[in-house]
């Protein structure tokens, strides 16, 4: 599976992005998929996860309430919807897909990765 994720961008503070991720090689449709992100410096964190189904979601607090992910399992895509956006969200964002059906926000849980996409936030 080869994950491509785009929309990153500059954004000022209170701004939104809407980031998408392709995936290739096989469907994912029975596929896990989250966002993860690394801002410099720090260590890689969850973002977001959805489950196969789409049903389940869940969130990292930090961005609960301003973020949204969705999938199209008929087009193999998952999408992050970034609303009220912070300077605090700004990180390289990563998509990864991983077997299994229910959501994680666990790394270990994932299987494939994206190049990662950058968003910047200014303030």
């Known amino acids: 599976v080869q994950l491509q994720a785009c929309g990153g961008g500059l954004v000022q503070a209170g701004g939104s992005l809407r980031l998408s991720c392709a995936a290739s090689g096989r469907t994912v449709s029975t596929y896990r998929m989250g966002w993860f992100r690394q801002a410099p410096g720090k260590e890689r964190e969850f973002v977001a996860a959805i489950s196969w189904s789409g049903i389940s979601t869940f969130y990292a607090d930090s961005v609960k309430g301003r973020f949204t992910i969705s999938r199209m399992n008929s087009k193999n895509t998952v999408n992050l919807q970034m609303n009220s956006l912070k300077s605090e969200d700004t990180a390289v964002y990563y998509c990864?897909?991983?077997?299994?059906?229910?959501?994680?926000?666990?790394?270990?849980?994932?299987?494939?990765w994206g190049q990662g996409t950058q968003v910047t936030v200014s303030s």
């Open positions: 990864a897909a991983g077997p299994g059906s229910s959501s994680s926000k666990e790394a270990v849980g994932y299987t494939y």
